[in-house]
């Protein structure tokens, strides 16, 4: 009996703690060192990931640089200066005010009709829509409208309303209407059929299936056509300030153009393209802001 009390295998199962302990030690010592590694690596990618997106601006605005001075003649070189020039001349714009009042009077004009054409868009999409046949009886005159550049008709709305501010708000809501109210269109009619029978069969009636169903769903489309008809608003609108116009970005081009102040016309220009920028990414942060239910279910 006593030898068998003397050969119990728990004896010699597991070594003391404090030799198990130097052997864990360099692992928890090491996760620190891990992290810091993986955050740089991240950080490296996520800066080569933007390097890549920005490498052809940068390769474009090194061209307009070094192009009209190395590549060009003195004769072209009159007519595309190089982008220090333009800089320095927006520069000059912006310290006598010129700049920031052309960009306050075209932004007022374009933020009243893109507010006019987005709330009339979205509002009769919706309502045609809905009612498949008001939708029959009005797409054809929809169509026929949607066809008609609305800088075709700009000299009607000059004559109908003068070269006030009238017109040109008038000409950027027609402009931005139908991108607006054609994509709502399109979102309401091609909502998931599956979405619908599902709420039906949980007992939603029409308002509340609109409301919780349709809409969001058709959410992404409607902001597509948001975004499209924010480009028209201030193309259209630069070309509206170029015929008839005191202030204004098309007004500082046209007039810089016929004043022969090439590099003030090309900052001109610049500053449009800036605009249209901020303009697009304004509109893809709303986008994400009302399509928040999107990104949850997919995470």
Sequence with gaps: MSSLITHRPEAAQEPPVEQRSPARA???????????????????????????????????????????KYLAGDATR??????????????????N????????????????????AVTLGIS??????????LHSFLNPLLELFRNTAALALLPVF?????????????????????PVLLNTLAGVRT????????????????????WKVILPSAVPTIFTGIRMAGTSAILVLIAAEMVGAKAGLGYLITNAQNS???PQ??????????????VNLALVAAERHFSRWRTSING
């Design 26 to 68: 360099p692992s928890v010592a090491a996760q620190p060192g891990t992290t810091a590694a993986l955050a740089v690596r991240r950080s490296v990618a996520t800066a080569g990931g933007w390097l890549w997106k920005c490498a052809a601006i940068i390769l474009f605005l090194a061209l307009w640089e070094l192009g009209p």
């Design 78 to 95: 009159v007519f595309l200066p190089p982008l220090h020039q333009v800089l320095a001349a927006g520069g000059g714009l912006i310290a």
């Design 97 to 116: 005010g010129q700049l920031q009042t052309h960009i306050g009077a075209s932004l007022t004009r374009s933020a009243a009709g893109f507010s006019i």
């Design 124 to 133: 009769l999409g919706l309502v045609i829509a809905w009612y498949r046949p």
């Design 158 to 178: 000059t004559l109908l309303l003068g070269i006030g501010e009238e017109s040109k708000i008038s000409i950027v809501a027609f402009a931005a209407f139908f």
């Design 191 to 210: 909502v998931d059929p599956l979405l619908v029978r599902a709420a039906r069969s949980l007992g939603l009636g029409n308002l509340a299936l609109f």
């Design 260 to 262: 022969f102040l090439i």
């Design 265 to 278: 016309m090309y900052a001109g220009i610049l500053t449009v393209s800036l605009l249209g920028l901020l």
